[in-house]
């Protein structure tokens, strides 16, 4: 199998994209395409929530305000415009991010702390378990809560440790998972495959985007793979989902990451080859 990765470099504000050959275990990808499977959703709309580009997040149209109108939301940086559109719908959102001091504004619904999200409490860098922190805000007995999660890698850790039990208290869950592509040793890749089947155990993957601000990896000509996905999954018990090979890839209301260059085809994800390189190009 020839394996290739796509980079995009900028050159005087011009995107240059080029070639380049790495030594990866094609299998590895193979399973990863297996665990990511994304289901059609019987009787819901997706909408978008947040900037009309990097920020925004597809979510599925369901915002059961009942099921406790509570909001998780890791990773902060300046945006905060997810956040803003989850409190027109009625939830409060409670923000965690260490890298940043205040939010860009401040509301009655926004409820920020300077800590971050690991698999393990490290209390000397400020950063805790998802465990601990629904603990501490009081929210054991909520379910059908909102988790919203880009932490530039951490959600491996995070994904190591969260039991189903925390993850079943979250009707849908919103991913950035990030190092896709990265060269790894079998321990770091079996370790990615387990994460990705425990969330698998209790929730449904429902949306996939491909972030272009990242590389991509080229397999056999046919199979575009970036390094960063985005994801939505919602919690398998509280949808009807079928199997369908047809799902195109991005949707209409998708948007590049980055709008400098476009945005990057899946193409028929489902599918074992989905041709989207030619039309890539």
Excluded at 161 to 178: A, G, N
Aim: hydrophobic share 40%; net charge negative; aromatic share 12%.
């Amino acid at each position: 199998m020839k394996i290739e990765i796509l980079r995009t470099l900028f050159l005087n504000n011009v995107p240059v994209t080029f070639q380049e050959k790495i030594n990866v275990i094609p299998e590895y990808y193979e399973l990863l395409r297996e665990r990511l499977k994304v289901k059609r959703i019987v009787g819901k709309n997706f909408v978008r929530l947040g900037n009309p580009y990097d920020g925004g997040y597809i979510m599925v149209d369901n915002f059961n305000i009942s099921g406790g109108g509570i909001a998780y939301s890791f990773g902060i940086a300046n945006d905060v415009s997810w956040d803003w559109d989850m409190v027109q719908r009625g939830y409060d959102v409670f923000m965690y991010d260490p890298t940043i001091d205040a939010l860009p504004f401040n509301h009655e619904k926004f409820h920020f702390f300077k800590e971050g999200i690991l698999g393990i409490e490290i209390k000397e860098q400020h950063m805790n378990t998802l465990e601990n922190f629904i603990k501490l805000n009081g929210h054991e007995n909520k379910s059908n809560m909102i988790l919203k999660m880009d932490v530039e890698g951490a959600e491996w850790s995070f994904l190591s440790t969260v039991t189903s039990e925390t993850l079943s208290k979250f009707d849908q869950i919103l991913f950035e998972f990030h190092d896709l592509t990265k060269p790894k040793d079998q321990s770091v890749m079996n370790a990615t495959l387990a994460c990705i089947k425990k969330i698998n155990q209790t929730h449904s993957l429902v949306h996939l985007h491909a972030c272009n601000c990242g590389s991509i990896l080229v397999l056999d000509d046919k199979i575009l793979f970036p390094d960063v996905l985005e994801l939505t999954y919602v919690k398998t018990s509280n949808y009807e989902l079928v199997d369908d090979e047809n799902i195109y890839l991005p949707i209409s209301i998708d948007a590049s990451n980055n709008v400098v260059t476009p945005d990057v085809p899946l193409g028929f994800w489902n599918k074992k080859y989905n041709n989207v390189v030619k039309q890539h190009d």
